[in-house]
């Protein structure tokens, strides 16, 4: 149901960081005509590395995007061996902080559970590069939320997208809100108005499946949680 969305909301914001647009945006609201101080301070996607932390269906759609604009793409995800031809390295968790200083997006896309409380926390941020954006469509607390403000406010990372936090709404006083290199929505990368007809679509397969006593299609794992 949300692969097609999330997916996007995730390039949305890769691609407002890669061109300037929340520097554009504030300045268009203020009537100033202002070029980037450098070309440098723009870049590419071609070329950059995506560390897709969890690799579901909608990381896959992710990492299919993301290879279509030339992007080199590194997995995280419980199975390894489960590969994809979009994906050029496929790692288990415990392999995480290897992979860390390689990447110039890290895009989590992972439920929150009691093993993924704060997978990224202040050690694993400050194994990112200095250039490198995080972006967070899974669960707020999949990150240690004080971290990465600090992360933001020193420099240790470049900035994020993040459509989800630890408390939502986003409290009033939080740093984040007003942040250069930050974009914050509001938790709606799922939205969409195929929402109704793709989740009737699983609903009358599955039904069909369930009445012919064949396997059911996203199965919850209640020991993992997801």
């Known amino acids: ?17 890669a061109r300037g647009l929340p520097d554009a945006i504030r300045r268009q609201e203020k009537h100033e005509w202002l070029h980037p101080a450098k070309a ?3 870049f590419e996607l ?27 793409v590194i997995g995280v995800r419980r199975n390894p061996h489960i590969t ?21 997006f890290v895009v989590l896309t992972i439920p929150l559970t009691a ?4 997978a990224i926390g202040e050690f694993e941020l ?26 933001l406010q020193d420099g240790t990372i470049a900035g994020a997208g993040l459509d989800v936090f630890a408390s939502e709404p986003l409290p009033e006083d939080s740093p984040l809100w007003d942040m250069d290199k930050v974009i914050v929505t509001a938790h709606y990368a799922g939205f969409t108005p195929h929402y109704n007809a793709r989740a009737l679509e699983i609903f009358l397969d599955n039904l069909e499946r369930y009445r012919a006593g064949k396997p059911l299609r996203n199965v919850v794992d209640k020991s993992l949680g997801y």
């Open 46 to 72: 071609a070329g950059k590395t995506m560390l897709l932390v969890g690799v579901g269906a909608i990381g896959e759609r992710t990492a299919r995007v993301a290879k279509a604009l030339g992007m080199r």
């Open 126 to 151: 400050r194994l990112m590069k200095s250039t490198a954006y995080i972006v967070n469509i899974g669960r707020g607390g999949t990150i240690d939320e004080a971290a990465l403000v600090r992360a």
């Open 40 to 42: 440098e301070d723009l």
């Open 1 to 17: 149901v949300h692969s097609i969305p999330i997916s996007e909301h995730i390039l949305a914001y890769l691609l407002a960081f």
């Open 115 to 118: 093993e993924t409380r704060d």
């Open 84 to 104: 994809l031809p979009e994906v050029e390295a496929m790692v288990g968790p415990q392999q995480l902080r290897a992979v860390l200083p390689e990447a110039d």
